[in-house]
């Protein structure tokens, strides 16, 4: 994910839809902006009016996976990007 002036970009380096149903600072504090899911394209971006607080250095992002459950992972921002530390999903 990108931090940009008043929205957030979802990035997708996948072949593969991702169905976003969670933005959020933590597990039940979703982000200003973001109501309902999303599809984000396969090797695509998606720009969001999703606000993230400049002082927030956590976003939580939910996915539904190929059985219909919600997987959340916890990626880790700094002032521009978010990124996921190492590849596994948050429990």
């Known amino acids: 994910a990108e931090r940009n002036v ?5 990035r997708n380096p996948t ?5 976003v149903a969670w ?3 933590d ?3 979703r982000l200003s902006g973001f109501s309902e899911g999303v599809m984000v394209p396969p090797l ?6 999703a606000v993230l607080p400049a002082e927030a250095r956590a976003l939580w992002v939910g996915y539904i996976d190929d059985y ?4 959340m992972n916890r990626y880790t921002c700094d002032v521009l ?6 590849g596994k999903t948050a429990s």
Not at 15 to 19: A, E, F, G, K, L
Not at 81 to 86: S, V
């Open 81 to 86: 990007n978010c990124t996921l530390k190492d």
């Open 6 to 10: 008043g929205h957030l970009t979802l």
């Open 44 to 49: 695509g971006s998606l720009p969001l009016k």
């Open 27 to 29: 597990r039940s504090h």
């Open 15 to 19: 072949p593969y839809y991702i169905t």
């Open 68 to 71: 219909g459950g919600l997987q």
């Open 23 to 25: 933005l959020g600072t």
